[in-house]
Each structure stands twice: as C-alpha cells, then as structure tokens.
C-alpha cells in the first residue's frame, strides 16, 4: 500500500475533513480491515492568504513545496494539497515537488465532465473565481464554468475567510450561499456547482441545492486518493 502524503492546515477544518474521509473510504474499500498510512504537514493557512493576497505566487509555490519536500522525507509515496486556492500555482507546485501529486482540479473537472454537464458554476475563494486555473482545466474537459458576479464573490469570499476558515458555520451565510446558487441557476442557466473551497462542503451540506448537483472537491479529491493508495486500476492514477 502507498503511503499518502497530505499538504494541510489550508484551512484546519477541511484538513481534519480529509482525514476523517480518507479513514472512512478506506476501510469502506478495504472491507474494513486496517487503516491507511498517511502524514500530514500542516501550514499556517493565514500566511498562505497573505502570500496569495500580495500576489506573491513563487513564495507560495516555494511554501508548498517546501511542505511536498517534508512529505517526502516523512516516507510519502504521493502527496494532494488539501485546498483549492493552492492550486493557482499547481504546475509550479508539481515541477517542485519529489513526489506525485494528485490535483483537485482534475479529478473534479474530470468528474464534472463523467456526469455530462456543460455549464458549471464555481464557487470558492476570491482567488479561486477570480482565478483561471479552473476554467483552463474545464475548458479541456469540454465543458464551460460560470464564476458568480463580481460583488456576489466578494461576499463569498468575506464569509471563507472570516467565518469558514476560523470553523464559524452560521445559518445566514449557508442560506446566502443557497440564494447565490439558486440566482446562478436563473441568470446563467448552470447544471451544477463545483464547491472549490473545501470548507464550502462543511456548510452546504448537501447533494444538491435548488435542483442542482453539488461537486464536494474534498469527497472527489478523497476518493482519488484513496484508489491510488489500494492501486485500484480504475482509480485516478498521478
């Protein structure tokens, strides 16, 4: 079995998310026989929203990597970041590291594209909307993302940073969240939701929110990784 190597911390919550879903999975795929191996390297997610803030794109690239770097000499076999918005320096991320990493994006993108969906909204981080490394990896899996607008993302990301990432989960905001879906859904005529925030899953809980199916990243991100620890040939594969 491989040993799973995790770049946490970005945020808390989800980090302990993650470990809680891959130990679930695996015993779930493993006839509840054992448990996985895995290490975690958990970073200071507020100095990760400075980084990303001031556009400071190769220190963060350099931070994440530096993490990759502790990964691999922890006894890592591969490694996922357990967070959306590190993956605007992804590429960067995956030359960097000594260890193959497995992306959100593509895993979701490619998730998105099974499910036959053409337009997608997309929600998460400021930096994640805002951001192109979503739409490029859609647009090679044929299908066209929506961000929501530019005030609706500014709200949004006001309430991950200050609420979801501190672990405050509060009904208003999850009923905000609900209200921007469902207006994406009259204006833009969107088939579904890429939740590309992994804190985004712990407040909207859900399959679906009006009519529309809803993509945990975290659950899509899990579930890759943990095929790729049991070597399941039908996994995703790094």
Request: glycine share 10%; hydrophobic share 45%.
């Amino acid at each position: 079995m491989k040993r799973l190597g995790i770049i946490g911390g970005l945020g808390p919550e989800s980090t302990i998310d993650y470990y809680r879903s891959i130990i679930a999975l695996y015993r779930e795929k493993n006839g509840g026989d054992g448990y996985p191996h895995l290490v975690i390297v958990s970073l200071d997610v507020d100095k990760g929203l400075r980084l990303l803030g001031a556009n400071q794109l190769n220190e963060v690239a350099e931070y994440l990597a530096g993490a990759a770097r502790q990964l691999a000499a922890a006894g890592a076999d591969f490694a996922l970041l357990s967070a959306n918005s590190g993956h605007i320096v992804f590429e960067q991320l995956r030359r960097a590291s000594p260890i193959p990493l497995i992306s959100i994006v593509e895993v979701t993108c490619e998730e998105v594209s099974r499910r036959q969906l053409k337009t997608v909204g997309l929600m998460g981080t400021r930096f994640t909307m805002a951001g192109r490394f979503y739409f490029d990896v859609a647009e090679k899996f044929g299908f066209r993302l929506i961000a929501p607008t530019v005030e609706e993302q500014a709200w949004i990301h006001d309430k991950y940073v200050n609420e979801l990432l501190r672990g405050t989960f509060l009904p208003e905001t999850r009923e905000g969240l609900t209200q921007i879906i469902a207006t994406m859904k009259d204006r833009n005529g969107i088939e579904g939701v890429i939740l590309a925030g992994t804190e985004l899953p712990l407040i909207l809980r859900a399959d679906s929110i009006a009519g529309l199916p809803l993509f945990d990243t975290t659950q899509i991100h899990v579930k890759a990784a943990v095929a790729e620890m049991l070597g399941d040939e039908a996994g995703h594969h790094t």
